[in-house]
C-alpha cells in the first residue's frame, strides 16, 4: 500500500530556529503533493502543494518544501520560525490508486515554537 | 471565500446511540470526504463521494456508513456508536478537474462516546 512517512511527530524550537519537517512517500509514479497547517482550534489549511515544474515551492507564511524525485521526499522548511507556526503540519500525496483525488496523509508533526 | 462547515464541533453520544455527522460545502464540488483524525496516526479516510448517491469506501470504512443526497451534503452515520469511534472528525470536499486536487476542510467534530 502507499504511504507517507513523517519522521518527527514532535518538533520543540525557539523562535529564529530554522525548521526542517521531513516527508517521504512510497510510490514512484507521478505524484502530487501538499502540506497542510493546523493551527490550534483551527481547520486544515493549504500551505503549499507541488504538481509539476520547479521543484522548490513557495507557499504561505514563507514556508517552502522541495521536492527531490530521487529520494521520494517533499520536506518543509522555514529559515525562521515564529511562536505563530506553533501548529500541527501534515504532508500528504494524491493518492495514485485513483481517480477522485484521494489524499493519503502523513502521521502529522507537532511544533511548539517558544518565545 | 470557500467553505466547508460541519454541523457540530464537539458531540458526546452514549454507546449504541445512532449518531449522524453533516457536512456541508458552499463551492459546488463534485468530491466529498469524511476522515478521522487521531493522534499520531493523521487522517484516515472513512469514506468518499464522487457524485450524488455514488460513494466508495475508504480504508476504515467499518462501524461507519454515508450519505449523498445533494451535491453540497455529504453525512457520515455510526449505526451503532462505540467507544473506539471517539474521535475527532473532518469533512472536506474538492473539483472532479485532476489538475487542482486541492482538497478545502471543515473545522471538525470532536465525538466523544461513552
Not at chain 1, 55 to 76: M, R, T, Y
Request: charged share 20%; glycine share 8%.
Amino acid at each position: 500500500a502507499q504511504s507517507v512517512s513523517q519522521h518527527n511527530h514532535h518538533v520543540i524550537l525557539s523562535e529564529a530556529a530554522s525548521l526542517e519537517l521531513g516527508c517521504n512517500y512510497s510510490y514512484g509514479g507521478t505524484v502530487n503533493l501538499f502540506w497542510y497547517v493546523q493551527y490550534p482550534g483551527q481547520h486544515l489549511q493549504l500551505l503549499l502543494k507541488y504538481f509539476s515544474g520547479d521543484p522548490l515551492v513557495k507557499g504561505i507564511k514563507g514556508f517552502e518544501a522541495e521536492f527531490i524525485k530521487s529520494k521520494f521526499s517533499f520536506n518543509l522548511r522555514k529559515p525562521s520560525v515564529q511562536w505563530s507556526d506553533t501548529a500541527e503540519y501534515f504532508c500528504a500525496v494524491k493518492s495514485p490508486s485513483g481517480g477522485y483525488n484521494k489524499l493519503i496523509f502523513g502521521a502529522g508533526t507537532r511544533l511548539a515554537v517558544h518565545p | 471565500d470557500v467553505k466547508v462547515t460541519q454541523s457540530s464541533r464537539y458531540l458526546v453520544k452514549r454507546t449504541g446511540e445512532k449518531v449522524f455527522l453533516e457536512c456541508v460545502q458552499d463551492m459546488d464540488h463534485e468530491n466529498m470526504f469524511w476522515y478521522r483524525q487521531d493522534p499520531g496516526l493523521g487522517l484516515r479516510l472513512i469514506y468518499f463521494s464522487y457524485d450524488v448517491k455514488m460513494k466508495e469506501k475508504g480504508d476504515i470504512p467499518e462501524g461507519y456508513s454515508v450519505s449523498r443526497e445533494k451535491k453540497e451534503r455529504f453525512s457520515l452515520i455510526l449505526e451503532s456508536a462505540s467507544t473506539n469511534q471517539t474521535s475527532m472528525y473532518l469533512c472536506a470536499s474538492n473539483d472532479r478537474d485532476r489538475s487542482n486536487n486541492e482538497q478545502f476542510f471543515g473545522p471538525g467534530t470532536r465525538l466523544t462516546v461513552l
